[in-house]
Every structure is written in structure tokens, then in C-alpha cells.
């Protein structure tokens, strides 16, 4: 059964400062991989999906990678800002299951 | 362009009432659709997911029902509310298994 963990669970930068966040799953039988973003009380805002057979992807100042074979993934945020704050998950869309999602990493940027 | 609606966005309700919470999408057709459930301090949990009208899988048992009477209507049920039934509740779509999962704004329950 596949299993999500992101580290770190928390993550307090100042602005301007470029950070990574890591996501890891356990079975590498997966369609896709998507970080997404949450604000407090509200829905989840996809950011980037990557696909099985891509490498990376980027939007703007966002960055995804995938190693499949790994197991891992990397989410790279360039010059942080103020309203980058939030919390990120990755999910993991696998064959025989549907999406499985890590329990987030809580990203606060202080200006 | 194609949204997704979910109301209400807050219900109180007491043990043992009946629940229903309503999730439509429009401007796509024969969408997947998705009911998640993120309780306080834990990870998304899927409860429900519907490939076509009548056509639902629960992942999870639980005292909780979903109905799809629409292609763009997925209904979550229950006749009697636990207390364990408290926590935000999410519904989503994708055009298929491999693209983008689209969340609306969510609903908070909070079960007395």
C-alpha cells in the first residue's frame, strides 16, 4: 500500500530566501505526482502535476522534480514571499489505488 | 472555464441528525469526482469516488453514503452523525486518472 511522508512538517524562512520541500512515497507504481496548496480553512489549489514519465516541471517561481526510481520528490520555491505562506502536499495518483496524499509541510515566509 | 461548487462552507449539527452535503461542477462532462475528508491533524482521507452516474466506490466503511443523481451532482449522505464524523470535508473532480485534481472550497463540520 502506498504511504506519503513530507519533510519537514514545518518550515518558518524570511522572505526572499529560496526553500525546498521533500515528499517521498513507497511504491514508484504511479501515474502522477501533484504538490498542492492549501490556505487555512479553504480548498486545495493544485500547483504543478508531473507525470510518470516526466523529470520536472515548472510555474513561475515554482520548481517540481520526480525521481520515480527513488521515490521522491522535491518542490523548489524561488525568493519566497509573504504570501507563499501556507501548507504544501504532495499526492501520489497510483495504479490500483487513487490518489494518496502526505500529511503537508506548513510553510510560514516572515517578511 | 469549468468550477466547482460545495456548500454550505459550515454546519453544525447535532449526534444523530441526518447529513447532506452537495458538490456540483460545471463546464466539463462525465468528470470524476472525489469526496475527501481532512480531520485535524491528519492527512487527506478518500471516502467516496464516482467515475460516472451510479457508478461509486467507497474506500473507507464508515456510516457515510454518496450519491451521484447528475453527471455534475455528487451528494454526500448520512442518516445518523457521529461524533467522529467531524472535520472538513472536500469535494473534488479531474477529467480522468491522469490529470489535475480540482478541489472546491470545502465544507467544516462540527458534529455535537
Known amino acids: 500500500k502506498q504511504e506519503v511522508t513530507q519533510i519537514p512538517a514545518a518550515l518558518s524562512v524570511p522572505e526572499g530566501e529560496n526553500l525546498v520541500l521533500n515528499c517521498s512515497f513507497t511504491?514508484?507504481?504511479?501515474?502522477?505526482l501533484q504538490w498542492f496548496r492549501q490556505d487555512p480553512g479553504k480548498g486545495l489549489t493544485s500547483l504543478l502535476l508531473?507525470?510518470?514519465?516526466?523529470r520536472e516541471q515548472t510555474s513561475g517561481r515554482l520548481n517540481a522534480s520526480l525521481d520515480k526510481s527513488s521515490g521522491r520528490s522535491t518542490l523548489y520555491i524561488a525568493a519566497s514571499q509573504p504570501g507563499d505562506s501556507a501548507t504544501y502536499l504532495c499526492?501520489?495518483?497510483?495504479?490500483?489505488?487513487?490518489?494518496?496524499f502526505g500529511p503537508g509541510t506548513r510553510l510560514s515566509v516572515l517578511p | 472555464s469549468q468550477t466547482i461548487h460545495q456548500w454550505p462552507a459550515t454546519l453544525v449539527q447535532p449526534v444523530g441528525s441526518p447529513l447532506s452535503l452537495e458538490c456540483t461542477v460545471e463546464?466539463?462532462?462525465?468528470?470524476?469526482l472525489y469526496w475527501y475528508r481532512q480531520a485535524a491533524g491528519r492527512g487527506l482521507q478518500l471516502l467516496f469516488y464516482?467515475?460516472?452516474?451510479?457508478?461509486i466506490s467507497s474506500e473507507v466503511p464508515q456510516n457515510l453514503s454518496a450519491s451521484r443523481p447528475q453527471d455534475r451532482q455528487f451528494i454526500l449522505s448520512s442518516k445518523k452523525l457521529l461524533l467522529s464524523d467531524s472535520g472538513f470535508y472536500l469535494c473534488a473532480w479531474s477529467v480522468n486518472r491522469n490529470e489535475k485534481l480540482f478541489f472546491g472550497s470545502g465544507t467544516q463540520l462540527s458534529v455535537l
Open positions: 511504491d514508484s507504481a504511479i501515474y502522477n
Open positions: 464516482s467515475i460516472g452516474i451510479d457508478q
Open positions: 463546464g466539463t462532462s462525465n468528470p470524476n
Open positions: 499526492a501520489v495518483d497510483n495504479y490500483g489505488q487513487n490518489f494518496v
Open positions: 508531473i507525470q510518470s514519465s516526466q
